[in-house]
């Protein structure tokens, strides 16, 4: 088994190929089966979120190239920021990874949240394609469900006013 245990400059050419949805492109720890049919497995750096065209290394130099795997996307259009704005406001209250894209906003396909947004006024439609959604704004990783802060709700006197 290939031991990946590293990103590397993806100026040189890769051995091999690697093609991962989202899910698994956020572990660190992960047996796989690269597209050659090889077996290998990540050993990464924790908290190591893998984009498309990135490239990992093994000890011995072997590398492999990331591709993102097409997946189902929920998809909204509008040339209103506005309600791109709201869109992304309710997307992200519920912990939803997005990409966004000037007038498009997309994220795994999810019927529940379609329905809340066809409510706000917006079209939504599905699309297969790679999804490389936002990194997360405090450098963890919203597809974790953890952004590596933690909310305070103390109180102070200051705020009882």
């Known amino acids: 088994m290939i031991k990946l245990i590293k ?29 050659n049919g090889r077996d290998a497995g990540l050993f990464l750096e924790r908290g190591t979120t893998l984009k498309d065209g990135d490239q990992l290394s093994s000890a011995e130099g072997y590398r492999v190239q990331i591709k993102a795997a097409v997946e189902a996307l929920s998809v909204i259009c509008s040339d209103d920021p506005h309600l791109l704005a709201r869109a992304c406001y309710h997307l992200g209250n519920r912990h939803v990874s997005v990409q966004i894209e000037p007038g498009r906003v997309s994220f795994l396909h999810d019927h529940v949240l379609d329905e809340m947004l066809r409510g706000l006024g917006l079209e939504v439609t599905t699309s297969e394609a790679p999804f490389e959604p936002e990194p997360g704004a405090y450098g963890g990783s919203a597809e974790r469900g953890h952004h590596g802060h933690t909310h305070s709700h103390e109180h102070t006197d200051e705020h009882h006013h």
């Open 7 to 35: 990103k590397c400059d993806a100026a040189a050419t890769a051995d091999s190929t690697l093609t991962l949805p989202l899910h698994s492109r956020i572990k660190s720890r992960l047996r796989v089966t690269l597209d």
